[in-house]
């Protein structure tokens, strides 16, 4: 399993479908890797398991691919009433 520690967005930054890269580690607080949203959508269509974390409180979601309006893919954290582990939550880097 991944965790996504932070975010790097493009203008504006305020919907998930701003996300063009990601940092992760493979614990929860081990040393971090940079990769862009089209590898994390490939892999997570490959079986790859991620999930949001923040270590301010260590809140916790699972991350999925979706597709925009546009039909372009993006990733976002599962729905479930707790704002705090939303990847746009994240650190930015």
Do not use: C
């Amino acid at each position: 399993m991944r965790f996504i520690r932070s975010v790097r967005v493009e203008t504006p930054g305020t919907r998930n479908e701003h996300i063009t890269h990601i940092r992760y580690s493979e614990t929860p607080y081990g040393a971090q890797t940079t990769l862009s949203r089209e590898a994390v959508v490939l892999s997570i269509r490959s079986g790859g398991v991620y999930r949001s974390h923040r270590d301010l409180n260590g809140a916790e979601a699972p991350v999925v691919v979706k597709t925009g309006a546009r039909g372009q893919h993006y990733i976002a954290t599962v729905a479930d009433s707790t704002e705090t582990n939303n990847l746009l939550e994240l650190p930015r880097f």
